[in-house]
C-alpha cells in the first residue's frame, strides 16, 4: 500500500520561500509509470494543481506558479520537494502530495495534507 506523508512548517511570514517535502512509503519513486504532484486547496476553494515531477526529472508547473515554484525530488529519500517563494497571505492553503498515474494522470494516492498559514 503506497503511503504519502506531507511535512512543514505550518506557519510563515509574507515574502518568506516555503519549503514542503513528501515521504513516499510502498512504493517506488523511480519507476516510469507515475508523476509525482503537489496540489493545494485555499479555504473555501477548490483543488490547484501546483507542479509535477516525472521519473527523469522532467518537471512540470502551473503556469500561474511556474515563477514561483521548484520541484525537486531525492531518489535515496524516496522524497520529493516543493518550494514556493515570494510568499503572500493568498498562498495560504492545504497543501497535498500525489501520485499521478501515467499516461492519464489521474490522481490514486494522496498524502493526508498538511496546512500551511501565511501570515505576519
Known amino acids: 500500500q503506497v503511503q504519502l506523508q506531507e511535512s512543514g512548517p505550518g506557519l510563515v511570514k509574507p515574502s518568506q520561500t516555503l519549503s514542503l517535502t513528501c515521504t513516499v512509503s510502498g512504493g517506488s519513486i523511480t519507476t516510469n509509470d507515475y508523476y509525482w504532484s503537489w496540489i493545494r486547496q485555499p479555504p473555501g476553494k477548490g483543488l490547484e494543481w501546483m507542479a509535477a515531477i516525472t521519473s527523469s526529472d522532467s518537471t512540470y508547473y502551473s503556469p500561474s506558479l511556474k515563477s514561483r515554484t521548484s520541484i525537486s525530488r531525492d531518489t535515496s529519500k524516496k522524497q520529493f520537494t516543493l518550494q514556493l517563494s515570494s510568499l503572500k497571505t493568498e498562498d495560504t492553503a492545504v497543501y497535498y502530495c500525489?501520485?499521478?498515474?501515467?499516461?492519464?494522470?489521474?490522481?490514486?494516492?494522496w498524502g493526508q495534507g498538511t496546512q500551511v498559514t501565511v501570515s505576519s
Open positions: 500525489a501520485r499521478a498515474v501515467v499516461p492519464d494522470l489521474f490522481h490514486d494516492y
